[in-house]
Each structure stands twice: as structure tokens, then as C-alpha cells.
């Protein structure tokens, strides 16, 4: 059983940077395959970014601006955002899978594990 707890979340200006983490319990962080999502009231969830055995990965909409990245010390997903824009307000998870394949899944249907989320608020 894998379990998530997100952090980091807040509200900023436009242009701003803001750090979110994804604390992961019953699983090392280094072999997971996890990515974070976000969500607002009318849309799915988006693929922002995720890593697994295959590589990292992005989004269009947040390439060039938000870095993903492990560490395996605090056993964290990291998500650092720059650059920060109001389109980028929204509700981010984590999610990971129970099994890492040799191909990155990006829809949200192949998570099994989800955290509760973080709220992000970007105004301009």
C-alpha cells in the first residue's frame, strides 16, 4: 500500500515560484512511478509532470517552467514551479503507480494511489 500526502501549496502572484512536495509512504520514491496532476471545477485532471523507469516527463502547458525531481533522502517527489501564472490555479496531486512499466503512462485511469491534494492560487 502506497500513500501520498501532498505540501506546499499556497497563494502567490503572477511570476512567483512555489515548491510542492509529495511525501511517499510504503514505497521508495527512487523506483516509483509517480506524477503529479492537477484539477479545477471544470476540468479533468491534468498531466502536469511525472518520472518513472522510462524518464521524466511534462506537460505542455508548464514545459520550461516547472521541474520534477526525487529525493530519495526524505523519500519525496518534488515539484518546483516557476514562473507562476493564474492558469496554473488549480488543486495538484500526486499519484503513483502500484507497478512502474517500461512505458510512462500519462492518463490518470493508471494511478491506483492518490493524495488528497494541495491547493495553488496564482492571481495576477
Known amino acids: 500500500q502506497i500513500r501520498l500526502t501532498e505540501s506546499g501549496g499556497g497563494e502567490v502572484q503572477s511570476g512567483d515560484s512555489l515548491r510542492l512536495s509529495c511525501l511517499v509512504s510504503g514505497r521508495a520514491v527512487a523506483s516509483a512511478a509517480i506524477s503529479w496532476y492537477r484539477q479545477t471545477p471544470n476540468i479533468s485532471r491534468e498531466f502536469v509532470a511525472g518520472t518513472g523507469r522510462s524518464g521524466t516527463y511534462y506537460g505542455d502547458s508548464v514545459k520550461g517552467r516547472f521541474i520534477i525531481f526525487k529525493d530519495d533522502a526524505k523519500n519525496t517527489l518534488e515539484l518546483q514551479m516557476n514562473n507562476l501564472k493564474p492558469s496554473d490555479t488549480a488543486v495538484y496531486y500526486c499519484?503513483?503507480?502500484?507497478?512502474?512499466?517500461?512505458?510512462?503512462?500519462?492518463?490518470?485511469?493508471?494511478?491506483?494511489?492518490w493524495g488528497q491534494g494541495t491547493r495553488v492560487t496564482v492571481s495576477s
Open positions: 499519484a503513483a503507480r502500484h507497478s512502474a512499466s517500461a512505458t510512462f503512462m500519462y492518463t490518470p485511469l493508471h494511478y491506483e494511489y
